[in-house]
C-alpha cells in the first residue's frame, strides 16, 4: 500500500508549468524564425530592386561603395600626402570614409524607408519594422563587405599593414549600426508624422557630418574641443574602429558602454516612434 504524498501531488503541476513553459519558448523560436525570413526575404527583394539581374547585378551593392572609398583615398593621397600627424593617409582615410559611408547610407535611405515600403504591409507576416531592419542590415553588411575589399586590395599592395585587432573593430561597427539604427527609426517615423521636419532632416545631416570623427582623430584636438565631440556616440565608434585597425601606437578617446547605451537608447525611441507613425499609414 503507497502513500500519496503533498510532494506526489505536486510533480504533475510542475510538469504542466514545464510543458507549458517549453511550448511557449517553441512558439518564441518559431515567430522568431518566421520574421528572421521575412526580413531575408526583403533584404534580397530590396537587392533586386535597385540592382536587378543587368550587369553585373547584385554587385553593384559592394561596388558602389568601392568607388566612393576609393575616390576618397586617392584624393586625400594627393592633397596630404602619404603621412598626416603620424598617421598614413591611406590608412586614416580607409577608416574614416568607410564609417561615414555606413552613416551617409543609411540615413539617406532610411528617411523615406517606411513610405517606400508601405505597399509590403498587405502580406501578413511583414511589419513596419521588418521593412527597416531588413535596410540597416543590408547597408551594414553590404557597406563593411566593401570596406573589407577595399583592405584587401591594399593589404595585398603592401599599402597598409596587417589589422591590429579585428575584434575591436567589428565591436565599433556594429554599435555604430545600432546607434544609427535607431536613430534612422526615429527620423523615419518623425518625417512620417511631421512634413516640416522632414524638410530640415539632409541640412542637419550636413551639419553632423564633422561631429561623425571621419575627419579628424580625437587625439588632434584641443581638450575641450575633444570633450565637446566626444559628447557625439559617432565619435566613439569612429575611434574604436580605428584603433583596432592602427593599434596602440596612437592614442585614442572612445568609451564602449557610453556607444551601447545611446544605442540602446535611440533604439527604444526609434522603436516608440515607429509605432505611433503607424497611425499615419494607409495601405491600400
Same mark, same amino acid.
Given at each position: 500500500?503507497?502513500?500519496?504524498?503533498?510532494?506526489?501531488?505536486?510533480?504533475?503541476?510542475?510538469?504542466?508549468?514545464?510543458?507549458?513553459?517549453?511550448?511557449?519558448?517553441?512558439?518564441?523560436?518559431?515567430?522568431?524564425?518566421?520574421?528572421?525570413?521575412?526580413?531575408?526575404?526583403?533584404?534580397?527583394?530590396?537587392?533586386?530592386?535597385?540592382?536587378?539581374?543587368?550587369?553585373?547585378?547584385?554587385?553593384?551593392?559592394?561596388?558602389?561603395?568601392?568607388?566612393?572609398?576609393?575616390?576618397?583615398?586617392?584624393?586625400?593621397?594627393?592633397?596630404?600626402?602619404?603621412?598626416?600627424?603620424?598617421?598614413?593617409?591611406?590608412?586614416?582615410?580607409?577608416?574614416?570614409?568607410?564609417? &561615414? *559611408?555606413?552613416?551617409?547610407?543609411?540615413? +539617406?535611405?532610411?528617411?523615406?524607408?517606411? $513610405?517606400?515600403? @508601405?505597399? /509590403?504591409?498587405?502580406?501578413?507576416?511583414?511589419?513596419?519594422?521588418?521593412?527597416?531592419?531588413?535596410?540597416?542590415?543590408?547597408?551594414?553588411?553590404?557597406?563593411?563587405?566593401?570596406?573589407?575589399?577595399?583592405?584587401?586590395?591594399?593589404?595585398?599592395?603592401?599599402?597598409?599593414?596587417?589589422?591590429?585587432?579585428?575584434?575591436?573593430?567589428?565591436?565599433?561597427?556594429?554599435?555604430?549600426?545600432?546607434?544609427?539604427?535607431?536613430?534612422?527609426?526615429?527620423?523615419?517615423?518623425?518625417?512620417?508624422?511631421?512634413?516640416?521636419?522632414?524638410?530640415?532632416?539632409?541640412?542637419?545631416?550636413?551639419?553632423?557630418?564633422? &561631429? *561623425?570623427?571621419?575627419?579628424?582623430?580625437? +587625439?588632434?584636438?584641443?581638450?575641450?574641443? $575633444?570633450?565637446? @565631440?566626444? /559628447?557625439?556616440?559617432?565619435?566613439?565608434?569612429?575611434?574604436?574602429?580605428?584603433?583596432?585597425?592602427?593599434?596602440?601606437?596612437?592614442?585614442?578617446?572612445?568609451?564602449?558602454?557610453?556607444?551601447?547605451?545611446?544605442?540602446?537608447?535611440?533604439?527604444?525611441?526609434?522603436?516608440?516612434?515607429?509605432?505611433?507613425?503607424?497611425?499615419?499609414?494607409?495601405?491600400?
Amino acid at each position: 500500500m503507497t502513500v500519496a504524498t503533498d510532494r506526489d501531488f505536486g510533480r504533475p503541476g510542475r510538469a504542466a508549468k514545464l510543458t507549458e513553459r517549453r511550448q511557449r519558448l517553441d512558439r518564441f523560436l518559431y515567430r522568431l524564425g518566421t520574421q528572421w525570413r521575412v526580413i531575408r526575404a526583403l533584404m534580397i527583394r530590396d537587392m533586386m530592386s535597385r540592382y536587378g539581374r543587368e550587369n553585373i547585378g547584385f554587385l553593384w551593392l559592394i561596388v558602389e561603395p568601392i568607388i566612393l572609398i576609393a575616390g576618397v583615398i586617392v584624393l586625400w593621397s594627393l592633397m596630404k600626402g602619404t603621412v598626416t600627424h603620424g598617421v598614413s593617409v591611406v590608412a586614416f582615410t580607409l577608416t574614416g570614409y568607410s564609417m &561615414l *559611408t555606413l552613416w551617409r547610407h543609411i540615413i +539617406s535611405r532610411g528617411t523615406h524607408c517606411l $513610405r517606400l515600403n @508601405v505597399g /509590403l504591409l498587405f502580406h501578413q507576416n511583414v511589419r513596419v519594422i521588418d521593412t527597416v531592419l531588413a535596410m540597416i542590415l543590408m547597408e551594414t553588411v553590404s557597406t563593411f563587405i566593401s570596406f573589407l575589399f577595399c583592405y584587401l586590395l591594399l593589404y595585398l599592395l603592401g599599402i597598409v599593414g596587417m589589422v591590429y585587432d579585428p575584434l575591436l573593430m567589428i565591436c565599433g561597427w556594429l554599435l555604430m549600426s545600432l546607434f544609427v539604427g535607431g536613430l534612422i527609426m526615429i527620423i523615419g517615423g518623425i518625417t512620417e508624422m511631421s512634413k516640416p521636419v522632414e524638410r530640415m532632416i539632409q541640412p542637419v545631416m550636413y551639419f553632423t557630418l564633422p &561631429l *561623425t570623427g571621419a575627419f579628424s582623430m580625437a +587625439s588632434w584636438l584641443p581638450e575641450k574641443a $575633444r570633450e565637446f @565631440v566626444l /559628447l557625439f556616440p559617432m565619435v566613439h565608434a569612429m575611434e574604436m574602429f580605428r584603433a583596432g585597425f592602427l593599434g596602440p601606437t596612437l592614442k585614442f578617446y572612445y568609451d564602449p558602454w557610453y556607444l551601447f547605451l545611446c544605442g540602446i537608447v535611440t533604439l527604444t525611441i526609434g522603436l516608440w516612434t515607429l509605432k505611433r507613425a503607424e497611425r499615419n499609414f494607409h495601405v491600400g
